[in-house]
């Protein structure tokens, strides 16, 4: 193909990636070595605010921006370099606290809480969410023909239900004496608070994403099935191959190429796990990545937020993913290779 | 029944679009608010909608979009509905109006109580006071013969007597989901306590005797709290009253006229209010005072500020008052304050008064930071001491990032 | 096909394989069965600690509003007859009218008239039936089981969610169309070319599928908001605000959905033999005329199965039009997600439950549409690592 007629059948897609995509991140990535302020100035200050029946009111001196002859506000910008990920890092009291040989210490830090929340949630769900996808798959496999159908139907529902609705029915469901923590009290006999701890939390969120996922997985397994070569599986049978051996040697190299599609995309989407900290209030507890850049991005009352730092960490973010898809992308790579030869 | 309730609900959508009957005029210029989403909004927004080309949106996302949309030129929005929090960044970037000639024009029914002066200057028109105040299920205190607490240890007592009792496991009910209410929290407690916010140089001054102080009382409390007390905000903690779980709270006034709603709650008539607690003797109510309000965008032609003001003094009549009587404390003339806003009225008028919730930007960045420090001092992870050095920590990174601290 | 006698299973197999499907549909189905029970509660029950308060209601029935025994038996058996003819005879009924041409049109009429058919019989001609029944009946007729539609009566008609849903309607079909023909035309590009840009291409999208969502977000809304001023100096006065417009959510929601896509999408081409396009082209086809003729026949079940996820995406996103949107263009998640913020009462929260439950149903007949297709479209050769 000549690199005009490429170039034409790509440049709509990429013009828009580049556009939405590419130019927002390259902004991020400046504004990580920079900060923007604007200028204070201390000013006194008469504030008059309602009580229910009389005015209070309190001179105090305030600190404000300053506003240029038009109204807009006065804002300086600095290449401060590396600050903004010294901030986020926090390296000074992350090798103190490893002086100390203290695991507590470390996960005060938000950023390296974060990210052991989030690298133990990723790598922990990943066999989970392949190991169910493909159960199912089986199981769907193996059921009579005329259930197929309402079986399938049912095990997609997780997945396409939106997924704010669906962590927030899970939470009901546990939440206080939600009717399932009711139910595993009376099995049990004690009294269990699923959201007074974080293991407990952490548990539910890896349940949930699992259970969001796994028909995804499942889906893309089945659909693989379908395409099992039965003769192989006839000669291995002949071989005298259990069904575990045939499972190991013919039917899951067969999926080999889908286990890793299902992993690449499933890495990529735990890495910026977020929902479930909003869904599961998981704040206080467990906190991940992408939810730290959110924090940060988020304006308080005030207005104020730490875009700077909020680059930073979204840029670790970034180099974070890149180390997790290498692996799986060298393959890729020899793919092509092979394939363009 | 379904087809008969849609018909009505459909008969009820035409008569409220048919006509202007409850506005004194009809608005011709077309008008747009942003402000939060809560009942007493709506109650406004729905007041100024029947005068006619006006446009509301009650979003949950409104102090994301508030100082941008605010800035944009024209701005998208002429009336926006503030607190004395989300006022800072519109007064800091200057994009509101003074107020003035509109109140001397069309404000004749405003009491100058509702008319936020900075620097002299009305640069706002408040509707309503908010705060923190005690909800109790009078009821059960009655049974146990505990008087009303007007202190934390009264009301840590007071639990500790209805929990020995048996009558509810965990009888304190408190809104501390980390981030913004458990800040909040803090901030009363703190506030209670006498302790000061910041020194003179902007650094924060919470790491003292008042922040050990009020640390040490909350964690009292956690003892008589819901174990998931980390994840309840205030519609849980609203819920638990209503599901007769908790006996005590200290909870918004905004949150008083649900305990009386015959469809929702269990215990209709017999949660009462009193002023907060306080947390020491002789010292406030271990509260914040809040007010809501309406401001007018900088940004757009005078006629249309004139046109917004007038809707939005539609919205603010007594008339609106009457349809809205519970849904908040109202600043505005013709509210009859009931039993339900006993205790808030009782909280704002105190004697010391407690103080009004600090809008600065240095608040702003302290809320965050306790918001995010605090959860790891309620989990056990670590001390007070280490607490509060932490909260001075991270507010002294984000102040110097916002240019507030050198 | 047949099973031969070797491939044929042990009983053991077969009940072990059987009891971890049906664990697995419970615990699938599970969740979304209970918020589509607790929204036809009041919200005492919807909230009760029991569960067998939340499923009979008592003080839903208290209040006047209940199913009886009749009335179950009835309902069920409805129920069941219009879910066994959606999956047997529906899709016979659409091979049968429709042109060839439009079968994805005539799937989606056909979904939608079905949908019609069934809120129509079961909640507008059933109630009025069973009503006049169970006045007949007497103490048989009496209700057990308290119900009520209050909540999707306030959500639909007093806060007029259908504005939500043609919004989400409008944002969802716009991305999946423009997603779809900008997508096809990249995958197609990209899998018949073997030049390292390519590769590059699909790497560089690999990592921008990567990023967090909220980086980007958080950076349009200044510019969003702020567009018409930007945009002046080139559009003269008649610059647009971006902020609030649909078709600017629908150009992000389809950009942030492009990596994906393409990656989809190229599977699927790279599996069509490229000896089909490349006889078009020996035939005096030009790239493009080769495109149209020759594989876009066949594209159909790749694109489908592409469609079906870029609808997900659209319709289920919360970060993109929660910012980006004002109120009036609001689609229907980030509305449901008002009823929960800072300030709400209990009953919102039941009827934020009645709103979720009825954005799912859409979802639902979606899935049950084209479940068929997204299998075929998936075996047909789609993802290949």
Known sequence: MKFKTFAAFVGPSVFMMLLFIAAPLVSVFIQSFQVTQPILEQVEVETCTPGFLTQTCTTEIKTVPVLDDNGKTVTETRWVGLQSYRNVLQMDKFWAAVGNGSWNDIMQIDFWKALRFTLSFTLLTLPLVIGVGLAIALAVNNATRSIRGPVIFISLLPFIITPVIGSLSIYWLFVGDGILTAMLERWTGTNISMFAQAWTIELLMYFYRVWHVAPFAFVIFYAGLQTVNMDTLESAVIDGASRWERLRHVIVPHLMPLIIFIALIHLMDCYRVFEEIVGFRSQAHVISLQWLTYDFMTPDDAGNRAISRASASAMLTMIGIVFLLILPLRRTWRDHKGSAH | MFLKKIALAGAVSLMGSAGFAACSYENTTPIKSLSAGFEAWKAVTDAMAECGNFQAELDQEFRTKQPAAFEANPSLYQIGGVSNGTITPLLNAGTIRPLDDLVAKYGQNLSPNQLIRINGKIMAVAMMVNTQHLMYRSDVLADLGIDTPTTWDEVLAASAKIKEAGVMEYPLGATLKSGWNLAQDFNNMYAGFGGKFFNDDNTAAVNSEAGIKSLEMMKAMTEYTDPEVLVSDSTYVQQQFQQGKIALANLWASRAGAMNDEAESQVVGKVAMSAAPRAMDGGVPATTLWWDGIVIAKNISDEEADAAFRLAMEGLDSEMVKGANDAAIWLVEGYAPTEIAKGAIETATANPAPPAYPSTTQMGLLHSALGNELPAFFTGERSAEATLEAITEAYTTSAKEAGVLK | ?385
């Open chain 3, 1 to 385: 096909m047949s099973t031969s006698k070797a491939m044929q299973q042990s009983f053991a197999l077969r009940l072990s394989s059987g009891t971890f499907l049906a664990f697995w549909c419970v615990l699938a189905a599970f969740p979304i069965f209970w918020i589509a029970v607790m929204s036809f509660k009041s919200p005492v029950d919807a909230f009760a600690d029991s569960p067998w308060d939340v499923i009979l209601g008592p003080a839903t029935r208290a209040n006047g509003d209940g199913l009886s025994v009749l009335d179950i038996i009835i309902g069920l058996v409805v129920l069941f007859f219009a879910i066994r003819w959606a999956f047997t005879r529906l899709p016979g009924l659409v091979r049968q009218y429709c042109p060839p041409g439009l079968m994805v049109l005539g799937w989606i009429f056909g979904a939608v008239l079905y949908g019609l058919a069934f809120v129509l019989v079961f909640f507008g001609v059933l109630p009025l039936v069973l009503g006049a029944l169970n006045g007949l009946l007497g103490p048989l007729g009496a209700p057990v089981l308290g119900l009520t539609t209050d909540h999707y009566v306030a959500v639909w008609a007093e806060n007029e969610f259908y504005r939500n849903f043609l919004n989400s309607m409008l944002v969802t079909a716009g991305v999946v169309t423009i997603s779809l023909t900008v997508g096809t035309l990249a995958g197609y590009g990209l899998a018949r070319s073997g030049s390292d840009l390519a590769f590059w291409l699909l790497i560089l999208a690999l990592v921008f599928r990567a990023l967090p969502h909220s980086v980007l977000v958080a950076g349009y809304l200044p510019v969003f908001i702020n567009s018409s001023e930007i945009l002046r100096p080139v559009f003269g006065d008649g610059a647009p605000t971006l902020y609030g417009q649909p078709w600017a959510v629908i150009a992000v929601l389809v950009s942030i959905n492009q990596p994906f896509t393409i990656w989809m999408l190229r599977s699927f081409f790279q599996n069509i033999p490229a000896e089909l396009d490349e006889a078009a082209r020996v035939d005096g086809c030009s790239h493009f005329q080769a495109f149209r003729r020759v594989i876009m026949p066949v594209m159909w079940p790749g694109v489908i199965t592409t469609g079906l996820f870029s609808f997900l995406l659209g319709y289920n996103d919360f970060l993109v039009t929660s910012l980006l949107l004002d109120a009036q263009n609001q689609t229907m998640v980030p509305a449901i997600a008002g009823y929960f913020n800072r300030e709400t009462t209990t009953t919102d929260q039941v009827e934020a439950v009645a709103a979720a439950v009825s954005i799912t149903a859409p979802l639902f007949l979606l899935v049950m549409v084209f479940q068929r297709q997204i299998v075929s479209g998936l075996t047909a050769g789609a993802v290949k690592g």
